[in-house]
């Protein structure tokens, strides 16, 4: 097997695995209680009627998901709360100046929007820009 031409990944590395962890994001968001209960269900009912489930384990099974989905709802609250917090923080920059840290785009902010990287401002010459670590706002 000659494993010697490889192609270059440069660039598309980050974007595969943005794309992968979104969609792991995504089957995990559709996991809910009534899809443990299915699970649980059948492993009942196809469970060896000569060594049945512990109900120790049973409990614990329980247990986990009532952990599992208290950590998604306080995630959930989370989300909106940072939500929230990138919404005053964008009102609060509409009119003002933005240069990027390398100082190759400046501008005055026209508009803000949130979006699933934070808050983009865009600029009254049509440019947008992420507000990240390094902005200078004035």
């Given at each position: 097997?000659?494993?010697?031409?490889?192609?270059?990944?440069?660039?598309?590395?980050?974007?595969t695995t943005a794309a992968a962890a979104k969609a792991a994001t995504s089957v995990a968001s559709k996991m809910n209680a009534?899809?443990?209960?299915?699970l649980l269900m059948a492993q009942l009912q196809n469970q060896d009627p000569t060594k049945p489930m512990d109900s120790t384990e049973y409990v614990g099974q329980l247990a986990t998901f009532s952990q599992v989905e208290q950590?998604?709802?306080?995630?959930q609250k989370l989300d909106s709360l940072l939500t929230s917090s990138f919404l005053n923080q964008a009102d609060a920059i509409i009119g003002r100046s933005l240069t990027s840290a390398?100082?190759?785009?400046?501008?005055t902010v026209q508009s803000v929007r949130?979006?699933?990287?934070?808050?983009?401002?865009?600029?009254?010459?049509?440019?947008?820009m992420l507000l990240a670590s390094g902005i200078s706002i004035s």
């Open positions: 097997m000659d494993v010697s031409s490889t192609g270059t990944t440069t660039g598309t590395t980050s974007t009534d899809t443990f209960l299915t950590a998604t709802k306080t995630n390398d100082g190759l785009i400046s501008g949130v979006t699933g990287d934070g808050v983009m401002a865009k600029l009254t010459d049509g440019r947008e």
